[in-house]
């Protein structure tokens, strides 16, 4: 299912570029296809570049998407458009061809806009991921089963015998990496990875299917790890890390301000989460970060 939703996406994302560029050379050129159009000089390195910013921009997202539910979202959209734009303006740097302000900053605008849109069409669609469990943990299962949109079609203990019946081409397989896994019940796993079928974690599945981290899959002890103490490390990384902040400060600004529209377009609620914790010297302290990380 996920390979059949990447496949859709590329294609309507390339055919909103598409539009994108008719649209605009209409308002800059009056006509929707620019390389008719009377300019300085050819147009096609332009549009070149930027179809393949879109696909190496797509590329990466979906090299990205391997460990996400097949679902379309904005903020992929925010990166495709954002890297193809990228690209484009790196590429007509370096090679001096011709392109026109106007064509690119409409191109990108309605291409972004027609990205969002077929995204949220896509996404009123039910969809659901199906998948079978290998856990001893019937509890963990058994609130995957309950969210929205997982589909479980059967769940095993790590120890037992595998199922004799094929899978279904679109299940995943989501195994308990704390369970030990009987030798037949390895080789199934194995098998099921090796003939295709998506292989995941079942701590991966629980937090991207119900937004919580199981406790119990936690590792062990990572709470009284202490980090190593080194004579004169520290003033000299609070030293360092000022002066970058400092000098760096408008490009974390500009970056902070779309990753706060991407995680706003992409799901509701607030884009700033807020914890209190204890740091250093046991003082305590205000977290602020992006709520998906």
Known sequence: MGN???????????????????????????????????????????????????????YMSARAWGKTAPRPTYGRAVAIVGFGAAFTALGLVLTRVYWSRPMFAITIGLWFGLALTHRALLRRRPWTEQMVIITGEKQLAEDIRNTRHADVVAVFESGEEPPDEPLDENVSVVVDLRGVLSES???????ASIAGYRVRSLSEAYEEHTGRLPMVHLAEGWELAQPVARSGYAPVKHGIDVVLTVVTAPLWLLLGGIVWVTVKLDSPGPALYHQNRLGRDNRAFTLHKFRPM
């Open 4 to 58: 059949r939703v990447l496949r859709w996406i590329y294609l309507l994302d390339m055919a909103s570029l598409v539009v994108a560029v008719a649209v605009a050379s209409l308002f800059v050129f009056s006509t929707a296809l620019p390389w008719t159009a009377n300019t300085p000089g050819p147009i096609w390195p332009f549009l070149a570049m930027l179809f393949a910013g879109g696909t190496a921009g797509s």
């Open 185 to 191: 019940m390895a080789q199934y796993v194995s098998s």
